[in-house]
């Protein structure tokens, strides 16, 4: 089966810009996640949907981060405005619903200069 | 709130040495705990998984236990190869909010040949 699809790989902008990432999960997978990780940290997570429905997004910054999933396949994260400490890498995960296993995308490496 | 800590936060060695990567959890309430690889600049690949019902899980020349009453965890990876050196990380599915993966920051290993 193809695997969990991320674009673009890399991005570099100003503080202040505005971002967006692109997730293609893998086909029939419920359940898909965002995570970020910083340099040196393991992966947080950001938010979790089941379908195109919100299961978790407590530790989403909802004053500069949003996310969508359209009819409950592709997702897109985006940040508005980007700040200096959201230099990261954002990774996509999908499985196909509660307590099965995950399946990563190679993710999106931000840099906000 | 569920915590993850792996030590060591690095580790070096020679080819062809045993060695044991450790992990604690805070929160005995998990539903499963995994061990990921990541090389640098790629994403996660799932190495174990070991449901909470379970002790330990093996493949290859890895060998993970769970210790759930303790909150611990070892990978155990048995002769090193250059080809192992990558980070992993250690992270259970916390309970409270379905299948969300709580991460450690990993440990950073080496092997020299």
């Known amino acids: 089966e193809a695997g969990v699809a991320q674009s673009p790989r890399y991005k570099i902008i100003e503080k202040r810009q505005s971002v967006a990432f692109w997730c293609n999960p893998i086909?029939?997978?419920?359940?898909l996640y965002w995570y970020q990780q910083i340099l040196g940290q393991g992966p947080k997570l950001l938010i979790q949907f089941q379908n195109n429905g919100v299961v978790d997004d407590s530790q989403l910054p909802k004053d500069r981060f949003s996310a969508e999933r359209l009819k409950g396949v592709d997702s897109t994260l985006k940040i508005q405005p980007a700040k200096l400490e959201d230099s990261a890498v954002y990774l996509c995960?999908?499985?196909?619903?509660?307590?099965?296993?995950?399946?990563f995308g190679s993710g999106t490496r931000l840099t906000v200069v | 709130k569920q915590e993850v800590t792996q030590i060591p936060a690095a580790l070096s060695v020679p080819e062809g040495e045993n060695l044991v990567l450790n992990c604690s959890f805070t929160?005995?309430?998990?539903?499963?705990l995994q061990w990921f690889r990541q090389d640098p600049g790629k994403g996660l690949t799932s190495l174990l998984l070991?449901?909470?019902?379970?002790r330990e899980q093996t493949s290859g020349r890895l060998n993970a236990s769970l210790d759930k009453s303790s909150g611990r965890s070892t990978l155990y990876i048995a002769a090193s190869q250059p080809g192992d050196s990558a980070t992993y990380l250690c992270a259970v599915t916390d309970t409270e909010y379905g299948n969300k993966l709580v991460f450690g920051a990993g440990t950073i290993l080496r092997v020299k040949s």
């Open positions: 995960a999908s499985s196909w619903g509660q307590f099965y296993g995950y399946t």
């Open positions: 086909s029939g997978h419920a359940t």
């Open positions: 070991i449901q909470s019902s379970q």
């Open positions: 929160d005995s309430a998990i539903y499963n």
